[in-house]
């Protein structure tokens, strides 16, 4: 027992020296042969030559020292990937935690025995029996539980108490395995389309990619990819999303208590993770489906030490539209592909550097007067340096490249169109974990180079003038803070703080506009100019966050939030959907930052050893500054855009609930959300106000949304998979009245959104076949058939009036999919 406090004391005693630059007057195998014991504890340590060495060294004894830190890492045992989200679990003690994203965790358990147990959906569990005194450092490596085509599912599950556990309510680690057996449209796996069965999310429409999350618009989700901002996440007009399952390794959503890290939206945050290659082994998998093909390459380069992904997918939608036998869609096309590839190499065990890119283009055109093309292309290069266990650092530049075309081929309006984003960014985040403390800080720093169209003619006969709007250049750098503190067992805080400057810069002009007026073109008065580098204009933002956990009892938990956020960039769209002709804008001097503040409060409870999960969430948002138009507003190429845009004084809330079960043959959940999105716009004027400044609802706002996802396994061989989702119809504006001027029918349209188009509700199903269910096989196998809105549902996309002569006008709805959509897709892996 002495040894080890006398050990104890110089390792104190060194670590002091090397702090102040005195290591050179102790060394470190000092002899010693006294040690004279002090009342409380305090020790005074003798040389050879009865000189005293140091005084008052506070230290706490065997006998009484009875809490140790555990801390460690989880990840893969076949690809060295962190594991984010696993739980751990000690015993008899009851405490636990989740792995932070770096797969790193720390624990403050009781001297003694110690039993500890690491779970993770998709992994097998793993328990470590100890009997410790001091603190102890263990690297954990989960094997997969065996599936068939595991490397085909996603790995995106998460820790089976996580939702109880975790102090951040509205956070969702998606769990593809179960997407996957969600019946897909057309056999595509789709991730966005699966986040819009839980709680809080939605959209507007049958192919609308975006989504809306508890009252924000589509451009108020943050998307990163490999921590690369996503601009657009749909191909062909929304049908399908941009991410390839076989590429994506794990996600998170983040709509509650956004931690300090993310800034730049005020709705939510998804962050999704392209899968690391194989170390050890090749292997291949992908699918073929109705619509396209996609196929995942990886092994090592290096064994152990480098490896490689690569994964594409494309449609052959074109090859279909030729078989048509009407002449249009035979000169109509319709494609898109994408293809994302990753390399990691591990210096060794405390250093790694990863370089991640992904690049996709879309085509669109009916018959062949005007052809639609966009592109996404994004890269980034991340180092990670470990410190210790409990501290990690990653560095990381990122390049994101988002651009739309339009070309018309019409001989006297022959033109090419173009709009896009540019992002680069820089940025140091730190990661450290000890005791009841896990800390993230960082820096970033972004730059936007935003084009917000120009128009050219694409012929010599083209009578198009050629148009473009000056380029929108702009920074923004953020410092950030983010504590986790276990204040007690049954107490835990989280308390963020982001301080963020952004700038917008010349080279630039200015509209002065007349005071108390409509801005118009007509009332401006004068123009400024900004040389290149000149601050134009300059916002600051402080963003505080925090979230308090309580729990009840082991498996329950009381959970409350506040988060504000402020965004810089805006998307400016024609359309309720988020579509490629929509366009980015900075704020600058005439259109400010919009800012969310959201307060939440959510009560979880687990039943039957966490085969079921209840949640029960409210929400209230304001949000400061969110952007409507002017009846009549002109949105493309217009040169004062500030002034068709009104900001308004928005306000969202809502109350979610959800009950999942996660294990037996029969899984899924049933989730209602009832939310409403209200918006006032009260400008200086009557023509800059909507609705006499009083409060009506966003063209996304639908009260209520009921959503059933289930899966019963009939047999080892054969799922059978089902979703009904219903919600209420959108917000219109529809014509009240009309009148006749000079023989032509006019519409008097009311306010504006005050009439709703008819309810939403569809039923998908789908039943999957596993040849070989029990055989281990190089080559694995599997064939999904689904059917997409059984019963033929025509759902209205949208509402329009035609008038037709003689009459007033009238109404007509447009449904996107009225019929049932069968498909069927192969899966393999070898």
Request: aromatic fraction near 12%.
């Amino acid at each position: 027992m002495k040894h080890k406090l006398l050990k104890a004391v110089f390792t104190f005693i060194f670590f002091q020296k090397i702090c102040f630059g005195l290591a050179k007057e102790v060394a470190p195998t000092l002899p010693v042969n006294k040690l004279k014991l002090k009342p409380q504890s305090t020790l005074l340590l003798i040389n050879e030559e009865n000189n005293p060495l140091l005084t008052n060294i506070a230290v706490t004894t065997p006998a009484q020292q009875n809490k140790i830190n555990i801390s460690g890492t989880v990840k893969d045992a076949k690809t060295g990937e962190p594991i984010i989200g696993a739980s751990v679990y000690a015993e008899p003690s009851k405490a636990g935690t989740i792995t932070s994203r770096n797969g790193t965790f720390t624990l403050t358990v009781p001297a003694g025995k110690i039993k500890l147990t690491l779970t993770y959906v998709g992994y097998q569990k793993e328990t470590r029996e100890l009997t410790q005194t001091e603190d102890l450092t263990l690297h954990f490596q989960l094997q997969k539980a065996s599936a068939q085509l595991s490397e085909v599912e996603i790995k995106g599950g998460r820790a089976a108490n996580h939702n109880v556990a975790s102090v951040q309510a509205g956070i969702t680690n998606l769990n593809i395995i179960t997407i996957k057996k969600i019946p897909a449209f057309m056999g595509e796996v789709d991730i966005i389309k699966g986040l819009k069965l839980l709680p809080g999310i939605g959209s507007v429409g049958e192919a609308a990619t975006g989504f809306n999350v508890r009252g924000g618009s589509v451009d108020q989700n943050l998307v990163l990819l490999d921590d690369a901002p996503i601009f657009n996440t749909s191909h062909l007009f929304g049908f399908f999303s941009i991410f390839n399952p076989n590429a994506i390794r794990d996600l998170t959503l983040y709509r509650g208590g956004i931690p300090a890290q993310f800034g730049g939206r005020i709705s939510s945050v998804l962050d999704v993770k392209q899968k690391e290659g194989d170390f050890q082994k090749f292997a291949v998998n992908g699918g073929i489906g109705l619509i396209s093909g996609r196929l995942a390459i990886e092994g090592p380069i290096v064994k152990d030490k480098t490896s490689f992904i690569v994964a594409g997918r494309s449609s052959y939608s074109n090859w279909l539209l030729r078989k048509m036998p009407d002449v249009t869609l035979r000169n109509s096309q319709a494609s898109f592909y994408d293809l994302s590839a990753k390399i990691s190499h591990r210096f060794n065990d405390r250093n790694k550097l990863t370089l991640s890119a992904y690049r996709s283009r879309d085509s669109f055109g009916f018959s062949s007067d005007t052809l639609y093309n966009w592109q996404s292309t994004t890269a980034s290069l991340k180092y990670t340096h470990t410190f210790t266990s409990k501290l990690v650092l990653d560095v990381t530049g990122v390049y994101s490249l988002y651009d739309f075309n339009v070309l018309n081929q019409e001989i006297n309006n022959a033109s090419a169109y173009n709009n896009g984003i540019v992002f680069k960014n820089i940025k140091a985040d730190f990661s450290y974990a000890t005791g009841k403390h896990q800390v993230n800080f960082g820096a970033t720093g972004i730059d936007y180079k935003i084009n917000p169209g120009k128009l050219n003619p694409n012929s010599e006969f083209s009578q198009v003038i050629p148009l473009h709007l000056q380029r929108e250049n702009a920074t923004e750098n953020a410092l950030y803070f983010n504590e986790e503190y276990e204040v007690s067992p049954r107490l835990t805080l989280m308390l963020g703080l982001r301080y963020a400057v952004f700038a917008n810069y010349g080279t630039g002009e200015v509209y002065q506009y007349q005071p108390e007026v409509p801005k118009r073109e007509r009332t401006i008065t004068d123009t400024l100019y900004y040389n290149k580098g000149q601050i134009i204009k300059t916002y600051t933002a402080l963003e505080p966050r925090f979230s308090l956990k309580f729990s009840l009892a082991e498996n329950s938990s009381i959970k409350l939030g506040y988060n504000r956020s402020q965004q810089f960039i805006h998307l400016v769209s024609n359309t309720v959907a988020v579509s490629p002709t929509d366009f980015w804008k900075s704020s600058n001097t005439h259109l400010k930052p919009q800012i969310g503040d959201q307060v939440s409060l959510g009560f979880f409870r687990n039943f039957n050893q966490n085969t079921f999960e209840l949640s029960l969430e409210g929400y209230y948002k304001k949000i400061q500054n969110m952007l409507d138009y002017k009846n009549g507003a002109n949105l493309f190429l217009n040169k004062t855009i500030e002034a068709d845009l009104l900001p308004g004084l928005g306000k969202a809330y809502g109350l979610e609930t959800s009950l999942n079960k996660n294990t037996g043959r029969l899984t899924g959940w049933l989730s209602y959300t009832y939310a409403r999105t209200l918006i006032s716009v009260k400008g200086a004027t009557p023509e800059e106000t909507i609705n006499n400044g009083a409060y009506y609802p966003a063209t996304y706002d639908k009260p209520h949304t009921l959503n059933m996802v289930s899966n019963y396994e009939l047999n080892k061989r054969f799922n059978l998979g089902a979703n009904f989702t219903y919600s209420t119809g959108r917000p219109i504006t529809a014509p009240l009245s009309h009148y006749v001027i000079g023989g032509y029918v006019v519409p008097a349209f009311g306010e504006r959104n005050q009439f709703r188009i008819p309810d939403y509700h569809r039923l998908d199903i789908s039943l999957t076949f596993l040849p070989n269910p029990d055989k281990k096989r190089k080559w694995e196998s599997s064939w999904n058939f689904s059917v997409y809105n059984v019963y033929g549902r025509k759902n209205p996309y949208s509402v329009f009036f035609k008038q037709e002569y003689g009459s007033p006008p009238r109404a007509y709805q447009l449904a996107v999919v009225g019929v049932p959509l069968p498909s069927l897709t192969y899966d393999f892996k070898f």
